[in-house]
């Protein structure tokens, strides 16, 4: 089944940075999303991008089906956005079932 | 707010016990999905039900087991629990069976000594 992996692993920002978070699938996909889960444990899906770039206010994200990668982006970091950035994308042969990284965990510090 | 619900929020269990974990999924969503996330890690599939039907299934043994009622609501039971178990369990309502539309609920966190 398919592989993903997510870089870096941890960052802590100061509030006001911009950062970039990765995610590398191993095989094609059709579906690949991104989430972010609060310090308390809720998942909100930011985006649904399979390819292209979305945008949604101070987030945006951009997918390269075809190098097999997607990029989270963060600009002007606030303090809420401290949490857990996962992706996921579908199982192979199963898109019902998501294949989820292990997640950057993002600290912004005021 | 994703309009989905779970209870209880927290629950402390023993080796062999069993559970059952329930979710209120979003106003007009007809498909419940439940994920187990151990500490440290991204959320494992563990089942979806569609119009009360299992309807995909990922690597957990059977004695995980769900309902889906006709409101759409939903439970996770789990019996003969381990210690592994120990984990937040979370489900995601979404309309239809593909799941970029899906909404999570806040989680159950269960506890196994």
């Known amino acids: 089944g398919i592989q993903v992996e997510q870089s870096p692993p941890d960052l802590i920002l100061q509030e006001g940075a911009n950062s970039t978070l990765r995610c590398n699938f191993s095989d094609s996909v059709n579906n690949l999303q991104w989430f972010h889960q609060n310090p308390w444990g809720q998942l909100i899906n930011l985006f649904y991008?399979?390819?292209?770039?979305k945008q949604n206010g101070r987030l945006s994200a951009t997918t390269v089906a075809t190098e097999r990668y997607s990029l989270l982006y963060i600009s002007s970091s606030q303090t809420t956005d401290s949490g857990v950035y996962f992706c996921?994308?579908?199982?192979?042969?199963?898109?019902?079932?998501?294949?989820w990284g292990l997640g950057t965990s993002l600290a912004v510090n005021p | 707010e994703t309009g989905v619900t779970q209870s209880p929020t927290h629950l402390i269990k023993t080796r062999g016990q069993q559970v059952t974990l329930r979710c209120s999924s979003q106003?007009?969503?007809?498909?419940v999905s439940w994920y187990q996330q151990a500490l440290g890690q991204g959320p494992q599939f563990i089942f979806q039900y569609y119009r009360e039907e299992e309807n995909g299934r990922g690597n957990f043994p059977p004695r995980f087991s769900g309902l889906q009622f006709p409101n759409y609501s939903s439970e996770l039971n789990v019996n003969a629990l381990e210690l592994d178990d120990s984990a937040l369990y979370l489900c995601?309502?979404?309309?239809?069976?593909?799941?970029?539309?899906?909404?999570f609920g806040p989680g159950t966190r269960l506890t196994v000594l």
């Open positions: 106003s007009g969503h007809n498909t």
């Open positions: 991008i399979p390819s292209g770039t």
């Open positions: 996921a994308a579908p199982w192979t042969g199963n898109n019902r079932k998501l294949i």
């Open positions: 995601a309502s979404s309309l239809g069976t593909q799941q970029n539309t899906q909404y």
